[in-house]
């Protein structure tokens, strides 16, 4: 077992991902108990947003699909809008932070600085957009187009939407509500500025409907790891989310990042996703990854594995070799490079067949299986490396695997010196460790 950490500096960032309705395994539905309605209720996210604050989670991270073409009908997808959901509750919950999804690509940057600038006024300043340049072909069809624009026209795109939104929600001062009943004066109207922006994608004039929100601007996540992406991120985002199986490879992205962020005069916190597993002993472990395994079966798992990496799916032969032979060129794959990059360089290091990279992808992201004390030796050791910062943490199930982590995880972190024992601060910026937002 690892020797305790006792410096502030050791500490974790955690997230938890809630990905994919009620789960991030695909077997998560039958697995869990409740019915399988519960991805679409209010009482499931209030519960589990509950449970996290309750282990002292820093944030919670919903994904969004816009369509449900990756699982068709096999599975819950993240399908009702996320900021709704954590606007839902951030009424039942006072410290952690709430991020959403929401797309570059198909959304618009009036509407979404709304969005986010209402969440984080309603939340007191505890707000996180993820923003993603789609990457999902089939979303296209849901407005209006046959297929994505390219990579780097997203990515272009994007550029300009989060340069935009962040103009709007700096379009008060701070000081510009007044609220001078005695002299009637609401807002100082020279503190209001229109932006006038007129770009190549966007025109808005913009100001905001309202003061600018109590963090600034909400905190920025992003997961671009193509080379426009790496870029973004570095000029715009205040933590990077990364899908990473390799801890040198992991180490290895985050230095670039840092690397890059530092040429805007910025810095960026580097999350990799980890899909964990938890059991009071190994055993309990690898009996919960089994069943939830088995609730599948690899019909379903070869194709999100066809979708993540490219290769056919005919050309995915289980106790096979993984077809290194039969990937589409980079240039001509439109899905997540992250993803992409990350499950083939795991199937070449460790020679593995399509099998038994499906046993250890996670879906996309690093899978662990233990008890507390085996997954906290993995993230001490790839902190200690330098390959993380903190972890997004993919929940295999809901709620039991978030409730393994706040009664099992986090225990055990705490007890090493690894994670804090309360919240810091007020806003999330706060929380993260984040300097103000400029």
């Known amino acids: 077992m690892a020797s305790p950490v006792t410096s502030p500096e050791s500490e974790l960032i955690l997230c938890g991902a809630l990905m994919h309705g009620v789960g991030m395994h695909m077997g998560a539905w039958s697995f869990r108990d409740g019915p399988a309605s519960d991805y679409v209720s209010a009482e499931l996210p209030i519960q589990v947003a509950r449970i996290a604050e309750e282990a002292k989670l820093h944030g919670i991270f919903y994904a969004d699909a816009l369509g449900i073409a990756e699982s068709g009908t096999d599975r819950p997808v993240s399908a009702l809008d996320p900021a709704m959901i954590l606007a839902l509750v951030s009424g039942v919950t006072k410290r952690i932070g709430l991020v959403a999804t929401a797309s570059t690509t198909y959304s618009d940057p009036y509407l979404l600085a709304r969005v986010f600038g209402t969440l984080d006024h309603l939340s007191g300043g505890r707000a996180g957009w993820n923003s993603v340049a789609t990457f999902n072909s089939a979303a296209a069809r849901q407005f209006g187009a046959e297929d994505l624009p390219s990579r780097e026209e997203r990515y272009a795109r994007a550029d300009e939407f989060l340069g935009l939104v962040f103009r709007l929600w700096e379009s008060w001062d701070p000081d510009a509500l007044v609220g001078d009943k005695e002299n009637k004066v609401f807002a100082r109207p020279e503190g209001v500025h ?93 009996a919960r990854r089994g069943a939830l395994d088995n609730e599948v079966g690899t019909g379903p798992e070869l194709v999100r594995l066809s979708q993540r990496s490219g290769v056919p799916v ?7 070799k993984f077809p290194l032979h039969a990937l589409i060129p980079e240039g001509q794959f439109k899905g997540s490079l992250g993803f992409r990059r990350t499950l083939v360089n795991l199937a070449v290091k460790e020679d593995y067949t399509v099998r038994e990279l499906l046993l250890h992808y996670g879906g996309g992201h690093h899978r662990v299986v233990g008890t507390a004390s085996d997954i906290a030796d993995v993230m001490q050791e790839w ?47 706060e929380s993260l460790g984040l300097p103000p937002a400029s």
């Open 383 to 429: 902190h200690a490396a330098g390959a993380a910062d903190g972890f997004n943490l993919m929940v295999d199930a809901l709620p039991s695997g978030l409730e393994a982590i706040r009664d099992l995880l986090v225990p055990e972190l705490q007890r090493r010196g690894m994670f804090h024992k309360d919240y810091t601060g007020t806003t999330f910026r």
């Open 194 to 286: 229109a932006i006038d922006h007129v770009g190549k994608y966007f025109k808005v004039q913009g100001p905001s409907p309202f003061p600018r929100p109590p963090q600034g601007r909400p905190v920025i996540f992003q997961a671009g790891s193509s080379e426009p992406g790496r870029e973004q991120a570095a000029q715009f985002a205040d933590v990077v989310f990364t899908a990473q199986h390799i801890m040198s490879e992991a180490v290895e992205f985050r230095a670039d990042m840092r690397r890059r962020a530092a040429k805007y005069g910025r810095s960026v916190k580097v999350l990799p996703g980890m899909l964990c597993h938890l059991g009071a002993t190994r055993q309990e472990a690898e």
């Open 314 to 320: 005919e050309d995915l032969v289980l106790d096979e």
